[in-house]
């Protein structure tokens, strides 16, 4: 059972994406455009503690079921997702490996791939929303929401990401 922690553990975050988006997004952000990004932040630790190889894997995979569910634009997540894992293993080279590191670059990334995604948006015409619209309405609250939860989270999931390592290590 241990060995399908993380398959069942990206998709239950892509899952909670959506629901969260339905539970909370009307009643705490009505002003304000909140994107989660769940998804992206465990991608960006599973490469981080887990490694190149699966970050980039479940990025592809689950950027591409994203592109299938939200998006009209087939690989721009699948895409995105994969270069946000290669550059965290990049960075990683940099960087020493702990929770700070981790959450600092999950942050970046959310920055970096919602900057792509307007950007292609804009390219395609799919998107009205002037730049600073961009980042008042969308960029700065998805970021501010994002720092809360990583920094509530992110100890817990590099711990258990870790205890799995160690665990597909030994079998």
């Known amino acids: 059972m241990k060995k399908f ?6 998709t239950m975050v892509f899952l909670f994406e959506s629901v969260f988006v339905e539970l909370f997004s009307e009643k705490w952000f009505q002003s304000y455009l909140f994107v989660p990004r769940f998804l992206l932040v465990v991608l960006v630790f599973v490469t981080i503690f887990v490694g190149q190889t699966d970050g ?26 994969t270069i946000v894992a290669y550059l965290t ?7 020493h490996t702990n929770s700070f ?14 900057f792509y995604v307007y950007g292609i948006q804009l390219i395609v015409g799919g998107t009205t929303m ?18 809360i939860l990583v920094l509530l989270f992110a100890y817990p999931l590099k711990q258990k990401l870790l205890q799995w390592t160690a665990y597909r290590r030994e079998n």
Do not use: Q, W
């Open 5 to 10: 922690f993380l398959p069942f553990l990206v």
């Open 56 to 81: 980039m894997m479940y990025g592809f995979l689950f950027g591409f079921l994203y592109d299938i569910v939200y998006t009209e634009i087939l690989g721009v997540y699948a895409f995105i997702f």
């Open 89 to 95: 293993a990049k960075a990683m080279k940099i960087f």
């Open 101 to 114: 590191t981790a959450s600092f670059l999950a942050l970046t990334a959310i920055v970096f791939v919602e």
């Open 130 to 147: 002037t730049f600073s619209a961009f980042l008042n309405d969308r960029l700065f609250p998805t970021v501010f929401v994002h720092t």
